[in-house]
Each structure stands twice: as C-alpha cells, then as structure tokens.
C-alpha cells in the first residue's frame, strides 16, 4: 500500500463546476496536510494547508481533513480552465525538526471551457 | 518573497559522469530535501537534511549523495550517472521552528543522462 494514494485521472469537469479531489494516507500520525498545484514543466506550488478535522477554506478552495478515516480532500468551487493541473496530496512524516513530505502521485485536472 | 533556486533548468550528462546539482534558499530554513518525480510515480524523497553537515536518507537514497557544508546550500550528488536518473529533480526547503510550515520548491532541474 502506497503511503498517499490519489486517483491519477484525469478528472475532467466543466467550467463553473465543483471539483473535488481526494486522498488516503497510511500514516495514523500524520500531522499535517498539504495541497499543491503543478502545472506542466513546472514546480509544485502550494494551495492549500489543513492541520486538524474538519474544513479549511481559502477562497475558491476548501480543504476537509478526517483524521479518522485518513482521508484528506479539495473542493474547488467555480472551476476555471486556469484550474487545469496536477494537484499532489502531501503528508508530513518524521518527528519535529526533520519533516519531510510524503507525496501522492497526483490528480491531473482539466477544467473544460 | 521566499526562493529556492536550483543551479541549473536543464542539464545533460553522459553516463558514467559525475553530476553535481546545486541548490540554495535565502529564507534561512533549517530543512532542505532533494526530490527527484517521474510520470506516474510522483515525487520521491532521495535526501533531506536538517541541519548543516547533517543528512539522512529518504526513500530511494541508492546511486546519490550530498552535501550540506551550509546552511543556504545543498547539493545534490550523482557519483555516477546512469540512464535511470534520467528525471526531473526538485530541491526543496522548510522551517521546523513551529512543525507545521510548508515546503518551498525550487524550479526543477531535468536531467537527461545519454
């Protein structure tokens, strides 16, 4: 079992749609969460953080965190082909001071005009 | 405004070379990783270091090593290339002070080995 599993997609949705975007992780410690956006030829940029259950919004963006089932999702409201990349679900390992981020594989995202 | 600057974009290399990959912060993070992502596979910790002269390991640390002799910078070693580091290198950095920050990343190096 992967440590971040996400669905490669494509997820393909229509311009002014919701897109939602999930992961799993393995790790019951995991403490903290992350979402990052990768367009092509590009480097991961950060969107998203989310450190306890529950939902975190940030404009256009909500993250929702259950520790419980270990599942960590993005909901992007009113889609944009702008929107259109790769988004990798990161989850921080190791002990205070050394964290390093495990990532998924990462959702490829078309947002249809 | 936070960077992580990676030495080179673009890089080509014969196998067997020895391939040095820089890379420097100026936010005075403690922590700096090397990732190396491949189609499919995402992003894959090779090293990461949390301090001056201190390293340790990452997932799939076998045919690299590096250096941290300060604390802007961290190189990344290929003692000698093959055709399976073939990849796009990302250079990472974060601040442990309250355990919860994110990581920058670097623009990337691709790196062809022929």
């Known amino acids: 079992q992967k440590e971040v599993e996400q669905n490669s997609g494509p997820l393909s949705v229509p311009e002014g749609a919701i897109a939602s975007l999930n992961c799993t992780y393995s790790?019951?410690?995991?403490?903290?969460f992350f979402w990052y956006r990768q367009y092509s030829g590009k480097s991961p940029e950060l969107i998203m953080s989310i450190y306890s259950n529950g939902d975190k919004e940030d404009g256009r963006f909500t993250a929702q965190l259950n520790k419980a089932s270990q599942y960590v999702s993005l909901l992007i409201r009113d889609s944009q082909p702008s929107d259109s990349a790769t988004y990798l679900c990161a989850v921080n390992r190791g002990d205070t001071g050394r964290r390093a981020l495990t990532f998924g594989s990462g959702t490829r995202l078309q947002v249809q005009p | 405004d936070v960077k992580v600057t990676q030495s080179s974009r673009y890089l080509v290399k014969r196998t067997g070379e020895k391939v040095f990959l820089e890379c420097v912060q100026d936010m005075d993070h403690e922590n700096m990783f090397w990732y190396r992502q491949d189609p499919g596979l995402g992003l894959r910790l090779i090293y990461f270091s949390y301090d001056v002269k201190m390293k340790e390991k990452g997932d799939i640390p076998e045919g690299y090593s590096v250096s941290r002799e300060k604390k802007e910078r961290f190189s990344l070693i290929l003692e000698s290339a093959s055709t399976n580091q073939t990849s796009m290198y990302l250079c990472?950095?974060?601040?442990?002070?309250?355990?919860?920050?994110?990581?920058?990343f670097g623009q990337g190096t691709r790196l062809t080995v022929v």
């Open positions: 990472a950095s974060s601040s442990p002070v309250d355990g919860n920050t994110e990581a920058f």
């Open positions: 790790d019951r410690v995991s403490q903290s």
